[in-house]
Nanobody, 125 residues
Framework: QVQLVESGGGLVQAGGSLRLSCAAS????????MGWFRQAPGQEREFVGA????????YYADSVKGRFTISRDNAKNTVTLQMNSLRPEDTGVYYC??????????????????WGQGTQVTVSS
């Protein structure tokens, strides 16, 4: 059974940085595409970014491109989301997700099989 646990959320001023981490509990993490999503109050969960199983390909939402970076360490079963130049509109609960059978829809939350519990990120203006 896959278990994903996020950490690293918090409160930061606009322009600041946060680093989120997601730890997976099973070896199959290494074959999964990992994604980050976020959800603001009253809004749908939206795609932030994803990284392929090998780490060789990364994908980002236009809203975070150039500011956020995803990386993974397959030896440690972890994936990281480095967030720089944060804006108030980045506020939300951030979720880590794993797609054990990745196709081409890296942006589609419905293809991800497993989800973490989420971590709150709040950016003040």
């Amino acid at each position: 059974q896959v278990q994903l646990v996020e950490s690293g959320g918090g409160l930061v001023q606009a322009g600041g940085s946060l680093r989120l981490s997601c730890a997976a509990s099973v070896r199959t993490f290494t074959n999964a595409r990992m994604g980050w999503f976020r959800q603001a109050p009253g809004q749908e969960r939206e795609f932030v970014g994803a990284i392929s199983a090998s780490g060789g390909n990364t994908y980002y939402a236009d809203s975070v491109k150039g500011r956020f970076t995803i990386s993974r360490d397959n030896a440690k079963n972890t994936v990281t989301l480095q967030m720089n130049s944060l804006r108030p509109e980045d506020t939300g609960v951030y979720y880590c997700a794993a797609d054990r059978f990745p196709g081409y829809k890296y942006w589609d939350r419905y293809v991800y099989n497993y989800w973490g519990q989420g971590t709150q990120v709040t950016v003040s203006s």
